[in-house]
């Protein structure tokens, strides 16, 4: 699948309160979650993504607070992927959980600019900015199965159907 | 070669032998929950699964703490939610706000954490649980969506963190000191991903309290978990004996560590952290004198009965600064009731402090004390990041009990030796 956007370069250690803060957690409505994605990390990102965007971090991206709503923020306001040196562990697997791709390719966030262009070939894990192409550390297989198939809700889904008919689905 | 406590656990937990740092198993889970914030999306993705049943209703539980009491239609709409689904499915541990309290204070309490006990949930300050010799694993909504739904999940065996702190720490020095240290040391990813065992002289003397303030900031390192090996004060500490289902996993000698670090206990400082990370942190004299507007003691890392008998002393006899604003959250009704009975709620109120009901509070910036622009809070809560109290343009610092009950009293952030 291939991605093409802007890049929205971030830090290191953005949070998900920075991501979505509590102020605004009374309504999880994913659209309203988009309308203050990233704002207290930059107040002007939501107004200016747009579809297939990547947001690109430094170390640590999706630090801290468990809310999966910062995953659901994200997708929502229509970022295609993210891009890191490093992912918050929970983070991580709520943005996996969310299918919204988290790529670790060290080598293309310290060449991504703010606002350049980007593209991202999520089955080889390629990432091409200003003509160069970096590639990203591929992804445990399990996790990939797990993005692949449609993710945890999915294969939840799939096993409950496959226990009702007296088999199971082959566990990890 | 030997195994390290957090890889016991996961292995008892996964059915194989022994396991080894990257390798993804597959666990059964003792116990789980969410809470009125992280639990209306576990449930709809658990209905999406087309999930009808919890795996047992005993082992599920969901704890209203963040925004309740209803902090506005909406919240009320989540806490209905929440209380609904535990309703439908009889979920034993489901606590109406007036017999409230924080998940995982309440856990504790309620005797479903044991040491040698896998338990994930959806708060990010479960590590705390590791105090009891638990492998206690933050996860998401989707995730215990998962778990309700089949009482395990899936895992990534994490590398382990040796933490040695040797000798005692000094007076006015807390767990919490500690920790902000650890922090500084290592940075806010520091232990991304990894265990932190905590062993040590210092460690084995410190009350099974101020081990859980310990594994409570491993979090803020980023770490998978946080773990302190049980002994008998945890037994102690949890009322049971060592056959009421504990598992008194150690780590064996020859275990392997990614990195070990040793720390002189004497060598730490009070420490207070600056805004807006936790690894900001610094002696107390470096931020000394700075004016702040609220004061917050109480919430998931320091809101227990020991907490504010410290906070009692210090106050006991004395005012508020007239233009501070001190909040007391107890962590759970149960402590609440106990401050009541010991008289500490008395002096709390005498000296001009707000008792918020059992919960979060302040802590994540929703409701009970927001913030206003430019405002400074010094906080026992875990977390000082960018907008968490307030606005972006507020400032929060974190501290202990001590420090915390000093600054409510002069105003500026104090050290605790200037008002014994």
């Given at each position: 699948m291939a991605i093409e956007g802007n890049v929205f370069k971030f830090g290191s250690n953005i949070t998900t309160d920075q991501?979505?803060?509590?102020?605004?957690?009374?309504?999880?409505?994913?659209?309203?979650?988009?309308?203050?994605?990233?704002?207290?990390?930059?107040?002007?990102?939501?107004?200016?993504?747009?579809?297939?965007?990547?947001?690109?971090?430094?170390?640590?991206?999706?630090?801290?607070?468990?809310?999966?709503?910062?995953?659901?923020?994200?997708?929502?306001?229509g970022v295609?992927?993210?891009?890191?040196?490093?992912?918050?562990?929970?983070?991580?697997?709520?943005?996996?959980?969310?299918?919204?791709?988290?790529?670790?390719?060290?080598?293309?966030v310290e060449n991504a600019r703010d606002g350049a262009k980007i593209k991202v070939d999520l089955s080889t894990g390629e990432i091409e900015i200003a003509g160069s192409v970096y590639r990203a550390e591929p992804m445990p297989e399990?996790?990939?199965?797990?993005?692949?198939?449609?993710?945890?809700?999915?294969?939840g889904r799939r096993r409950l159907e496959a226990e009702k008919g007296g088999g199971g689905l082959p566990k990890v | 070669m030997g195994n390290t406590i957090t890889e016991k656990i996961i292995a008892a937990?996964?059915?194989?032998?022994?396991?080894?740092?990257?390798?993804?198993?597959?666990?059964?889970?003792?116990?789980?929950?969410?809470?009125?914030?992280?639990?209306?999306?576990?449930?709809?993705?658990?209905?999406?699964?087309?999930?009808?049943?919890?795996?047992?209703?005993?082992?599920?539980?969901?704890f209203p703490a963040r925004r309740v009491p209803n902090k506005d239609i909406a919240s009320a709409m989540l806490a209905q939610k929440v209380r609904q689904f535990a309703m439908e499915q009889g979920l034993k541990h489901y606590y109406e706000v007036g017999r409230n309290g924080i998940d995982l204070n309440m856990m504790v309490e309620l005797g479903v954490v044991k040491p040698g006990y896998l338990i994930a949930a959806s708060n990010s300050h479960l590590t705390t649980l590791g105090a009891f010799g638990a492998l206690a694993i933050p996860m998401g909504s989707t995730d215990?969506?998962?778990?309700?739904?089949?009482?395990?999940?899936?895992?990534?065996?994490?590398?382990s963190?040796?933490?040695?702190?040797?000798?005692?720490?000094?007076?006015?020095?807390?767990?919490?000191?500690?920790?902000?240290?650890?922090?500084?040391?290592?940075?806010?990813?520091?232990?991304?991903?990894?265990?932190?065992?905590?062993?040590?002289?210092?460690?084995?003397?410190?009350?099974?309290?101020?081990?859980?303030?310990?594994c409570n900031m491993a979090a803020e390192a980023g770490a998978k978990n946080g773990i302190v090996a049980a002994d008998d004060s945890t037994l102690e500490y949890l009322g049971i004996g060592p056959d009421d289902g504990a598992r008194m996993f150690r780590s064996d000698p020859d275990a392997r560590y990614a990195r070990e670090l040793a720390i002189e206990a004497s060598d730490i400082p009070v420490t207070v952290s600056a805004p807006h990370a936790p690894s900001n942190a610094h002696p107390i004299e470096s931020v000394a004198g700075t004016k702040v507007d609220q004061v917050v003691v109480g919430g998931c890392t320091n809101g227990l009965i020991r907490d504010f008998r410290l906070l009692a002393k210090t106050l006991k006899g004395r005012k508020v600064a007239r233009t501070v604003r001190l909040f007391v959250v107890p962590a759970t009704t149960a402590v609440y009731l106990e401050a009541l009975r010991e008289g500490l709620i008395e002096t709390f109120i005498e000296a001009g402090a707000a008792v918020l009901p059992p919960g979060c509070g302040p802590c994540g910036g929703s409701h009970m004390g927001v913030l206003g622009p430019g405002e400074v809070c010094l906080t026992t809560t875990p977390r000082n990041f960018p907008g968490r109290m307030g606005p972006r343009d507020s400032q929060v610092y974190l501290g202990s009990p001590l420090v915390a009950a000093a600054t409510a009293i002069t105003g500026v952030i104090t050290h605790p030796a200037e008002v014994a």
């Open positions: 991501i979505i803060p509590a102020r605004y957690l009374q309504n999880q409505d994913p659209k309203h979650l988009a309308e203050h994605c990233l704002e207290d990390a930059d107040p002007t990102f939501a107004q200016r993504v747009r579809p297939g965007d990547v947001v690109v971090g430094e170390d640590n991206f999706g630090h801290g607070s468990s809310r999966e709503t910062a995953a659901v923020a994200v997708k929502a306001a295609a992927c993210i891009v890191a040196r490093s992912f918050g562990r929970i983070f991580f697997r709520n943005c996996l959980n969310q299918g919204l791709p988290c790529l670790v390719c060290p080598d293309a399990f996790m990939r199965q797990l993005l692949e198939s449609g993710g945890l809700v999915e294969y | 937990h996964s059915g194989k032998d022994s396991v080894r740092p990257g390798e993804i198993v597959t666990v059964k889970v003792d116990f789980t929950m969410s809470t009125d914030s992280t639990g209306p999306l576990a449930i709809e993705q658990f209905r999406r699964m087309g999930a009808t049943r919890v795996f047992d209703p005993e082992l599920v539980g969901l215990v969506a998962y778990i309700f739904a089949f009482g395990e999940t899936w895992l990534r065996v994490p590398e963190y040796r933490f040695v702190i040797n000798g005692l720490l000094g007076e006015y020095v807390t767990a919490k000191d500690v920790m902000l240290q650890i922090i500084k040391m290592i940075g806010d990813g520091g232990a991304r991903a990894c265990a932190m065992e905590f062993v040590g002289e210092a460690v084995e003397k410190m009350p099974v309290d101020e081990r859980m303030t310990l």
